[in-house]
């Protein structure tokens, strides 16, 4: 905390190598280290302050993925930094507890920024969900995983070559190797009966599909937002760019057990479903239970009383993605696609009018899926959210509910979270007035 009672927090951006393979260095960029950043951690009613500076080569921002926050604060592709400056956003966290992150997001460069290893977990804890008797030892029972998939060359070096689409890509770069909170082939040991574990997609296009090798259930307690309104029991995840969710496993003494990504349910046609990873399986982390496991309390039934979608006040909005755009348009820094009024829930239908898998993430805002093509959502989909996968010629229905910080010249971004897509021009801006 600072002398005026803001939680301070420091990023320095900065080059480093790691040795994701044994023996061999990779060249990364990371976050007060040399790949990825840490996690930050803020309750509501923080002031927050953050000094970002950047040591890298080339100009970058750093954006709060689902944070609650004015949009000049918001680190998107208006908030550059040079290199060597320091950009210092500050405001009130006022969400409810949530998990988080932060990446690069300057216009046509944030697929390579964030592959290079810009990113990081910010949790939000909320005094009104404090007491529930979840899982909160961090590191021990509840653990962040950050799951991110690499191409890494026999020399060490990060490949690049498919960074953006075209070719044979259809959805930018997919890596062979596996990486979680830039580890690959992790173990964890289990010391208690439950584990929550705090799942978070920071892949540049890779779509998982979640779940044990021994088919275990588990609970779904939070999705990108913040808690469900009771545990969900699942067997399967899936969970595209950007999406975050919460999950609490039980272990039993003695497992041995591995969280996988089963091929994931793309919905596109034959071809892209192979192009995109549809058929691809990978392991995770290895969990191995110690024996005796330490007890936890039981997960309570009712987690809180605020997950149904508030009515929609504003107007419609329809947005098809068409070739790498939003109803025809790509990305301009100085054009307007939307206003919307501050505090307000519009519904907005974003419709994909293309055989490629998209998803859709909205900034300055968070929502309900209302429907899929039409249907009541999957159980995965009920939470509040920020970022949802868009089948192939499917339409999603959304309540958005906006923040209430009106700015009529900083706008929040819009835009489809598969890095190589987003740089490539699909995104929009709107303002909240
Ligand atoms: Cu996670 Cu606009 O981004
Ligand atoms: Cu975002
Ligand atoms: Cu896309």
Redesign the pocket.
């Known amino acids: 905390t600072d002398a005026d009672g803001r939680r301070r927090f420091r990023l320095e951006l900065r080059t480093g190598s790691t040795e994701f393979l044994p023996g061999t260095r990779t060249a990364t960029w990371g976050a007060n280290g040399s790949y990825l950043g840490p996690t930050l951690r803020a309750r509501r009613g923080d002031r927050v302050a953050v000094d970002v500076t950047n040591r890298l080569p080339e100009t970058t921002s750093i954006?709060w993925?689902g944070m609650h926050l004015p949009a000049r604060m918001d680190g998107?592709p208006h908030q550059p930094i040079a290199r060597d400056a320091t950009w210092q956003p500050y405001w009130t966290v006022d969400q409810p507890a949530a998990t988080l992150w932060y990446?690069p997001?300057l216009h046509q460069v944030t697929a390579p920024h964030v592959y290079r290893g810009v990113a990081g977990m910010f949790l939000v804890d909320d005094p009104a969900t404090d007491d529930l008797p979840l899982p909160k030892r961090y590191g021990v029972d509840d653990v962040p995983l950050i799951v991110q998939d690499k191409k890494i060359a026999d020399d060490g070096t990060l490949d690049e070559s498919k960074m953006t689409f075209g070719g044979l890509t259809v959805t930018g770069l997919l890596g062979d190797k596996i990486l979680v909170n830039g580890t690959y082939d992790p173990r964890f040991e289990v010391t208690t009966e439950l584990v929550r574990l705090r799942l978070l997609n920071a892949s540049n296009a890779r779509i998982y599909h979640v779940g044990f090798a021994d088919d275990r259930e588990f609970a779904l307690i939070a999705m990108d937002a913040g808690l469900l309104g009771a545990p969900e029991r699942v067997g399967r995840l899936p969970l595209s760019p950007?999406e975050r969710a919460e999950i609490v496993v039980r272990f039993a003494p003695g497992d041995d057990v591995v969280l996988k990504s089963f091929p994931p349910p793309l919905r596109a046609n034959v071809a892209y479903e192979r192009l995109a990873g549809g058929d691809d399986e990978h392991d995770l982390v290895k969990f191995v239970a110690v024996d005796p496991l330490r007890p936890s309390p039981a997960l309570p039934a009712v987690l809180t009383s605020t997950p149904a979608p508030p009515p929609t006040t504003g107007e419609e909005f329809r947005l098809t993605m068409g070739d790498f755009t939003f109803n025809g348009r790509t990305m301009e820094m100085d054009r307007l696609d939307r206003v919307v009024g501050a505090g307000t829930v519009e519904r907005w239908d974003v419709v994909n009018g293309q055989s490629i898998p998209h998803n859709f993430?909205v900034?300055g805002a968070s929502f309900h899926v209302l429907d899929v093509d039409g249907g009541a959502p999957p159980a995965h989909l009920r939470g509040v959210k920020d970022t949802v996968y868009v089948a192939p010629g499917s339409t999603v229905g959304l309540a958005v509910s906006f923040l209430p910080h009106s700015d009529p010249r900083s706008p929040y971004?819009f835009?489809c979270?598969l890095l190589a897509h987003e740089d490539s021009g699909m995104m929009g801006q709107f303002v909240t007035v």
């Open positions: 954006h993925h998107g990446h997001h950007g993430h900034h971004m835009h979270h």
